[in-house]
Nanobody, 115 residues
Framework: VQLVESGGGLVQPGGSLRLSCVASGFSFSNFHMRWYRQARGKERELGAHIGRDVGELRYADSVKGRFTISRDNAKHTVYLQMNNLTPEDTAVYYC?????????WGKGTLVTVSS
């Protein structure tokens, strides 16, 4: 299992970014996917979840209404569209899949929201 995130960077408050996570090594369409984030000095937290059925969506309260998770099974890719970003969204964002009982993580992509 390999997960490779991209799309992070520096953005001003109120701006937008789209993160991508390309998955390989497993049958992507058969697995739920998640985005987590970890701010400096804080625990890693779940940001968004998308089920195998794209109708199954869940969001942390802190990002609800601003972030949108989606997936393209043909491209083995899960996305996180982040709008109206605030400094509190500054964190390393990780792609995650639970593969037959094993937690699998990407290396993360850093998002910094600052003026």
């Amino acid at each position: 299992v390999q997960l490779v995130e991209s799309g992070g960077g520096l953005v001003q408050p109120g701006g937008s970014l789209r993160l991508s996570c390309v998955a390989s090594g497993f049958s992507f369409s058969n697995f739920h996917m998640r985005w987590y984030r970890q701010a400096r000095g804080k625990e890693r937290e779940l940001g968004a979840h998308i089920g195998r059925d794209v109708g199954e969506l869940r969001y942390a309260d802190s990002v609800k209404g601003r972030f949108t998770i989606s997936r393209d099974n043909a491209k083995h890719t899960v996305y996180l569209q982040m709008n109206n970003l605030t400094p509190e969204d500054t964190a390393v964002y990780y792609c995650y899949v639970r593969y037959y009982g094993m937690d699998s993580w990407g290396k993360g992509t850093l998002v910094t929201v600052s003026s």
